[in-house]
């Protein structure tokens, strides 16, 4: 048998676009030799996925799910929003949360998981592009976990059960009742989902974020044409306020958009009897931070038909 070089994979990956392990798998089956490994992999189906994977996945859903003491959350993309309505991809994206229980936040143990029907998540995503008719991908994952206490779920205007365009999880470290855990771990993650913290406590927020904001807020104020000393202070509050308004726990309520969360938290740790500790949270909201790409829907049909 031919040796399998980083070559050759490379060559049969520029040729069909397929993935990397797929190549090396065509190339094993069919001896190195090239052009049967073309032809294997589009009897196969993952030539013809591959043709589809230059284009924009930016729909699609978000799943979470709980499972004792530990949850997690996936976003799979789709090109369309009808997609997210096909119960092949819905039960995907459940199943794919199911398995990222286990593997947590590393995408690429993820997708090399097997899947309980067969093959593993890279696999069966590829025959689902195949079938469907639109590039998916699988973008992120995250998982939290308590030894003590309870995750909580919740989704955003749900298309199914577990299943939405923005999910949350809440992570809530206690010996309190599980009932009160409950209770305050869905209004926490819907508060999440509707104020967007950008980190859980104020230390937490992304230096770069931060200074960008500070030098917005020093252009503001060098505009006041007030003293050197006076600009300082004014950037200085400007950025006390942002990292207030953005850090979970100093964020007010949404509920009664006066209380902070860091009390929300200590009033019903005191009312269950018990210290309850904010863990951690995961907030996925579907297609956050991709550019999507404006189209001109009438020159694409025109461009199809061939007029000018």
């Not at 397929?18 to 094993?28: E, I, Q, S, V």
């Not at 919740?154 to 809440?170: R, S, T």
């Not at 500790?277 to 199809?304: C, H, M, N, P």
């Amino acid at each position: 048998m031919a040796e399998i070089t980083a070559a050759s994979v490379k060559e049969l990956r520029e040729r069909t676009g397929a993935g990397m392990m797929d190549c090396k798998k065509a190339l094993t089956e069919t001896g190195g030799d090239l052009e049967a490994a073309i032809d294997w992999l589009r009897t196969k189906g993952l030539a013809a996925a591959a043709k589809k994977s230059g284009r924009q996945a930016a729909e699609g859903l978000v799943g979470v799910v709980v499972s004792g003491k530990t949850g997690a959350a996936v976003e799979v993309n789709s090109e369309t929003d009808f997609v997210a309505k096909n119960e092949q991809f819905q039960n995907f994206v459940r199943a794919v949360a199911e398995i990222a229980l286990g593997t947590g936040d590393d995408i690429d143990a993820l997708a090399a998981s097997s899947m309980a029907a067969g093959g593993t998540v890279s696999e069966v995503l590829t025959h689902n592009i195949a079938t469907i008719g639109e590039n998916q991908s699988l973008r992120r994952a995250r998982s939290l976990s308590v030894n003590e206490g309870t995750v909580v779920s919740y989704v955003h205007n749900a298309a199914a059960p577990g299943l939405g365009k923005i999910g949350v999880l809440v992570a809530l470290e206690s010996g309190a009742d599980a009932a009160a855990l409950d209770s305050l771990g869905k209004q926490l993650a819907m508060h999440i989902a509707a104020a967007n913290p950008l980190a859980l406590n104020e230390d937490g927020l992304d230096a770069d974020t931060v200074e960008r904001e500070r030098a917005i807020a020093a252009e503001k104020a060098a505009e006041s044409g007030k003293p050197a000393d006076i600009v300082a202070k004014m950037v200085d509050g400007a950025i006390a306020k942002f990292r207030k308004e953005n850090a979970l726990m100093s964020q007010l309520f949404v509920m009664d958009n006066k209380t902070r969360i860091f009390d929300v938290i200590a009033a019903a740790g005191k009312e269950a009897g018990s210290p309850i500790v904010l863990k951690d949270y995961v907030r996925f909201q579907l297609g956050e931070g991709i550019e999507k790409a404006e189209s001109d829907f009438a020159a694409e049909v025109a461009a199809t038909a061939g007029i000018a």
